[in-house]
C-alpha cells in the first residue's frame, strides 16, 4: 500500500444514467485509489464500461435481488484480502454493503436503508443501523481497524441540514436516526469531515430535485466517510465534491496517510 490513500463515495442513483451523462470522467483526473459507488440501480452485467479510463485492479458489485433498486460497487487499486456482501446484516439482499479487508483495515461500502415509507421500513433501517454497529464491533475486537462510508440516509446534526426544525419530524432527521449516531460517534467512530473542518456550515452532500434546491444549497448532509478512533491520526483531509454533478448527492472523500 502506499503510504497516502484517497477513497471516494458517491451515491450514483443509477450508474447507467451517471454513464450517460458521462459524469464519472473525473475519475481520470482525481485517480482515487479506491471508488465506493451506492445506489447503482443495475446488475453487473449492465454496468457501462466506458465509465472512465482508469483501471482497477479489484472490482467488487453488489447488486439487489430487485432490479434497478439500491446495489452498491468498489473500484479498487489495491487487492484485496477478503470480501464479503453480508447477507447476515442486508438480509433482504438489496445489495447494501460491501466489506474489503486490507490487512487489518476493514473499509465498509454501506447504502443504509431510507425509513420515509413507512413505520415498518424505520424499523427495518433501525435494525440494520444496530446489526452493522454490532458486526464492526465485532471485528475491532479482532484487532481491525474501520471505515465506514456512503449514504447513511440520517444527517447527524442541526448544522448538517439547511432546515433542521421543518425536518424533525421526517425519517432522516428522527431523533431515533440521529440517537444512532451519537451511539456510532460514542462508540469511538469518527465523523472525517467534522474532525478536519470543524463546525464549517452549509456544507451538504444531497439535494431534494425540486425548487431549485441545489442551486439554492437547500441541502442535507447525509453522505460521510466514519473512521475508529486510531486512525484519526492518519487522517490528511476529509472533503465533500459538491461541484461534481450527474446525481442528487455528490462524492465525499478522506485521504489517509497508512
Same mark, same amino acid.
Given at each position: ?18 454513464? %450517460?451523462?458521462? $459524469?464519472? #470522467? ?9 471508488? &465506493?459507488?451506492?445506489?447503482? !440501480? ?77 413505520? %415498518?421500513?424505520? $424499523?427495518? #433501517? ?9 458486526? &464492526?464491533?465485532?471485528?475491532? !475486537?479482532?484487532?481491525k481497524s474501520i471505515i465506514i462510508c456512503g449514504d447513511v440516509n440520517t444527517a447527524h446534526k442541526e448544522i448538517d441540514l439547511k432546515h433542521p426544525k421543518a425536518n424533525s419530524k421526517k425519517s ?87
Amino acid at each position: 500500500m502506499s503510504d497516502s490513500i484517497e477513497i471516494i463515495s458517491w451515491n450514483v442513483n443509477g450508474i447507467r444514467a451517471v454513464g %450517460n451523462k458521462e $459524469a464519472l #470522467k473525473w475519475i481520470d483526473e482525481r485517480q482515487p485509489n479506491i471508488l &465506493c459507488l451506492q445506489e447503482i !440501480k443495475a446488475l453487473q452485467e449492465q454496468i457501462p464500461e466506458d465509465l472512465f479510463a482508469k483501471e482497477y485492479q479489484d472490482i467488487i458489485v453488489n447488486s439487489a435481488t430487485k432490479k434497478g433498486y439500491s446495489g452498491t460497487m468498489t473500484w479498487s487499486e489495491i487487492q484485496n484480502d477478503y470480501s464479503s456482501i453480508c447477507e447476515h446484516i442486508d438480509t433482504t439482499k438489496e445489495g447494501r454493503i460491501i466489506e474489503t479487508h486490507y490487512d487489518e483495515l476493514v473499509l465498509f461500502n454501506v447504502y443504509f436503508p431510507n425509513g420515509q415509507k413507512d413505520e %415498518n421500513r424505520l $424499523a427495518y #433501517k433501525m435494525k440494520f443501523y444496530d446489526d452493522f454497529l454490532n458486526y &464492526c464491533e465485532k471485528l475491532k !475486537k479482532d484487532g481491525k481497524s474501520i471505515i465506514i462510508c456512503g449514504d447513511v440516509n440520517t444527517a447527524h446534526k442541526e448544522i448538517d441540514l439547511k432546515h433542521p426544525k421543518a425536518n424533525s419530524k421526517k425519517s432522516g432527521f428522527l431523533p431515533i436516526e440521529r440517537e444512532w449516531m451519537d451511539k456510532l460517534v460514542d462508540y469511538g467512530y469518527i465523523d472525517t469531515f467534522r474532525y478536519v473542518h470543524g463546525d464549517a456550515i452549509e456544507k451538504y452532500s444531497w439535494w431534494s430535485y425540486r425548487a431549485n434546491a441545489r442551486t439554492n444549497n437547500v441541502g442535507w448532509r447525509i453522505d460521510y466517510f466514519f473512521v475508529s478512533e486510531e486512525l484519526a491520526e492518519n487522517l490528511e483531509d476529509a472533503f465533500i465534491l459538491d461541484e461534481i454533478t450527474g446525481s442528487d448527492h455528490c462524492p465525499v472523500g478522506i485521504r489517509l496517510n497508512i
